[in-house]
């Protein structure tokens, strides 16, 4: 049986998104579910993304994109607990997940960002966990660069408006 390749969707739904991000936080220690007020706050500045193969949203990324300063930072990235594809490994479900940051650099780019922003790179390397993740993130390329967090002055206004 010949299986339908991972296709991308950058229109992913909140619903959608969270659906999958949940499972996957309630999987792993010391990761919190979110609400769908936790991502709705980010408002236009909000860009989720996602891979399926067949009908089955796989992996799942939330970015803060910010057209204005021309960066986009990952703030969230899960990929699914639950039954894989036939035939599908968890290897290549890694593989659908690095397939979708590369897509996903190249959609921003496309965008006018000019920097790509992995969320955080950890210093302290001796947890096995941290390791691998640093270097999924370094196999990309690019630079470390020391960026504060910030965001734009309307985007605090926007946050406060939502509030009431």
Not at 30 to 48: A, H, K, R, T
Not at 58 to 85: K, M
Not at 138 to 161: N, Q
Request: charged content about 20%; proline content about 4%.
């Amino acid at each position: 049986m010949i299986r339908k390749g991972p296709e991308i969707d950058f229109g992913v739904s909140i619903p959608d998104f969270l659906a999958v991000y949940n499972a996957f936080a309630r999987s792993k220690n010391g990761v919190v579910p979110l609400s769908e007020q936790n991502v709705d706050v980010f408002g236009d500045c909000l860009q989720l993304t996602g891979v399926t193969v067949g009908a089955t949203l796989l992996v799942v990324h939330a970015y803060f994109v910010d057209i204005e300063e021309q960066r986009t930072r990952l703030l969230f990235s899960a990929t699914t607990t639950g039954n894989l594809p036939e035939g599908m490994s968890k290897n290549e479900l890694a593989k659908c997940n690095r397939y979708l940051h590369f897509m996903d650099m190249r959609f921003f780019r496309d965008q006018g960002c000019v920097a790509y922003d992995f969320g955080g790179y950890a210093i302290n390397r001796s947890d096995p966990v941290k390791l691998s993740i640093a270097k999924f993130k370094a196999g990309f390329g690019g630079t470390e660069e020391v960026f504060w967090h910030h965001k734009p002055w309307w985007f605090a206004a926007l946050h406060g408006i939502k509030k009431r």
